[in-house]
């Protein structure tokens, strides 16, 4: 913890000289050069469309028919190989085609769609109670906030505001699922470049805070706790102590994380410098979330477009300074902590009161009335296999989740589905960022550059 | 919800269109509308690039999501006066940091020839959208650097979110499957 202190806020920590070793290796520019390109201003290589451009436009079949290995050793052609779909360091089912010269990436392009299952189309063909259990299985780290930009979307539409209590659990459960989200980085991180026992110690901070995830909402994943018109139930007797109890728990373990990475040289050797990327370049390719960040560029939306109760509560936005993959691990770290600032916070001011609107078009009556009264039985009946009608108009909504903004874009017909729901998964529009990032760097480093992008297949691929 | 100066600059058809309904709002001279507080233009095929870099001179950054819609089922949409309904719609979110807002455009785009010219230029990260919007809608976008499907496989047919597209009992496809035994 001591070597670290110079760095626990942001990533900004100056580059150490320790970039010897890579000066051995004459393809590689060093971190210098590469902090150098980054601080230029302008986002002109990702505008490119001929053969300069980082990626390669080659149809995915085409891709898979190029001769992998060339026969004559000494050939310094260029090859092309596919890396993926399954190969423990992607993340998922996300192929990578990658145009090499020896080992450097000259360039490349992700193809995905393996995971792709139509979830779009589904949520056209269930009630909007039933679309949270649809959704929430896009971003599998992170179902909570897909869970709430549907419901926000379908609560725009139905022009409502749900109850303070019910906006500050959303809050608090969100930022609870934000830790754990990012736990689950760190210990991807750490595997992908090398330092293997980051894989438990994030794994089990995780589970530890997806415990009471669990205790809260019954699952650990996929809870399907947001809903349309509220949450799905109170907090249970005793959640004070609980949160609390992990938010002593969280933070020395967390300081942990600095003794093991933040200072540790060779991580560092493996993350700066690595897959740089500027601001403007994050701008021109739509990127958000911790990439953009990375970049030094402050912008978030729980701070600039407050939803719930962001703008009740205190908290710093984490920036980096150079953009690459240490400040992109920076930020995330540092995003915990100020995610468990906010969990206080939420413990702090919770209200008692409803955790959903008493609406009886969207909330069904509370079961101890199903059994007294035939009407509330009728009531209870209706809303689950009908479902509630939604006027008809278009809203597009957007949160800021662990791996930057997620949208809905939600039209109602006026019936009891949405006519057309669309998820702008974060992940999906910040995959473009790879080429750039991995050209003219190593294999290894790819590796490195796909953890920090931190995507989930799951929602890239819906 | 949108601050933005109306434009001087309108050219003759539009300044025509916004004759026939003087009240009418509009920003860079096309139809702007509002719902549920949320800003929207609706220019038309000839106006779409046009709209969208007077947008990005007016500080919209970053254009956050394209996505498309097909209203072949839907009959209850309402545009403002002017704006011809046609069955696909090309939906876009842009957002400004300085002051923080956003706002959508949406452009009809017709059945018979579903052609957009691409906005890969004015913002590259379109790229992934366009190729998803092609994909899932059949919309052609014209220029884009990598017109190629991205969730489907590459040799599928239809473009599954269509509302003619079936669910239920669709054939699988997949390729260089086995025969059955």
């Keep these: 913890m001591t070597l670290l202190d110079d760095n626990s806020t942001t990533g900004t920590a100056a580059k150490s000289g320790a970039g010897e070793t890579a000066k ?129 979307a379908t609560e725009t539409l139905l022009d409502i505001e749900v109850p303070p209590r019910a906006q500050w659990i959303r809050t608090m459960m969100c930022e609870l699922n934000r830790i754990s989200s990012h736990l689950l980085f760190q210990a991807t991180n750490g595997m992908d470049v090398g330092a293997v026992s980051m894989m438990l110690y994030g794994n089990r901070l995780r589970e530890e805070t997806l415990r009471l995830l669990e205790k809260v909402t019954g699952l650990r994943m996929n809870n ?5 018109g509220g949450v799905a139930v109170d907090l249970p007797d005793g959640w004070r102590e609980d949160v609390m109890a992990l938010m002593d728990h969280l933070p020395p373990l967390i300081d942990e994380f600095d003794t093991l990475l933040t200072g540790q040289p060779i991580f560092r050797e493996r993350l700066q410098g690595v897959g740089t990327i500027n601001a403007e370049e994050c701008l021109a390719l739509g990127v958000t979330g911790p990439i953009l960040r990375g970049s030094g560029y402050a912008w978030d939306l729980r701070r600039d477009m407050p939803y719930l109760k962001y703008d009740e509560v205190d908290f710093d936005v984490i920036i980096g300074t150079y953009g690459d993959c240490f400040d992109r691990y920076a930020v995330r770290l540092n995003e915990m902590r100020e995610s468990m600032k906010i969990v206080r916070q939420c ?60 949208g809905c874009y939600m039209v109602s017909d006026g019936g009891a589905h949405p006519y057309r729901m669309h998820i702008r998964a974060p992940s999906f529009v910040n995959l473009q960022t790879m080429p750039h990032m991995m050209q003219d760097s190593l294999v290894a480093d790819a590796v490195a550059i796909i953890s920090s992008v931190d995507p989930v297949l799951g929602e890239v691929d819906r | 919800m949108t601050a933005g100066p109306m434009s001087e600059s309108a050219d003759a058809e539009e300044a025509a269109e916004g004759a026939a309904s003087p009240e009418m709002p509009e920003l860079y001279g096309v ?44 009959g209850t949409r309402t545009l403002p006066a002017g704006v011809a309904p046609e069955r696909f719609e090309v939906v876009l979110n842009l957002i400004s940091h300085q002051p923080p807002r956003r706002i959508r455009v949406r452009l009809q785009v017709p059945e018979s020839d579903p052609t957009v010219p691409t906005l890969f230029d004015l913002y590259p990260g379109t790229e992934n959208m366009e190729r998803e919007a092609f994909d899932m809608f059949g919309i052609v976008f014209d220029n884009h650097p990598d017109p190629t499907r991205i969730l489907m496989p590459h040799d599928w047919d239809g ?5 003619d597209f079936g669910v239920g009992a669709v054939p699988v496809q997949f390729k260089g499957a086995p025969a059955p035994r």
């Design chain 1, 24 to 152: 051995s290796e004459p393809s590689r520019p060093s971190a210098a050069e590469l902090g150098a390109a980054l601080i230029a201003p302008g986002a002109e290589r990702v505008h490119r469309r001929d053969e300069t451009s980082a990626v390669i436009r080659i149809d995915e079949a085409d891709a898979e028919m190029v001769e992998a290995v060339d026969p004559d050793p000494m050939s310094d052609e260029p090859m092309i190989i596919n890396m993926g779909p399954v190969h423990p360091s992607t993340h998922g089912v996300l192929r990578l085609v990658l145009e090499m010269q020896g080992e450097q990436v000259l360039r490349s392009k992700p193809v995905i769609g393996y995971l792709h299952t139509g979830m779009e189309k589904t949520g056209e063909t269930l009630s909007y109670l039933q679309g949270t259990t649809n959704v929430t299985r896009m971003d599998y780290a992170s179902p909570l906030f897909n869970e709430l930009v549907f419901s926000l």
């Design chain 1, 224 to 228: 399907n706790y947001i809903r349309p």
């Design chain 1, 347 to 406: 413990v702090e001011m919770m209200p008692p009161g409803d955790y959903r609107i008493q609406d009886k078009k969207v909330t069904p009556p509370p079961r101890a009335r199903i059994d007294e009264s035939m009407e509330a039985l009728i009531h209870h009946f209706k809303i689950f296999t009908e479902g509630f009608k939604v006027p008809e108009g278009e809203v597009y909504v957007a949160v800021e989740s662990p791996r930057g903004e997620l």
């Design chain 2, 31 to 74: 139809p702007l509308s509002e719902h549920r507080g949320q800003a929207v233009l609706h220019p038309s095929l000839d106006t779409y690039v046009a709209t969208v870099e007077a947008l990005k001179a007016d500080g919209f950054v970053s254009l956050v999501d394209l996505c498309a819609a097909d209203y072949l089922t839907n």
């Design chain 2, 159 to 163: 473009h599954p979110l269509r509302k």
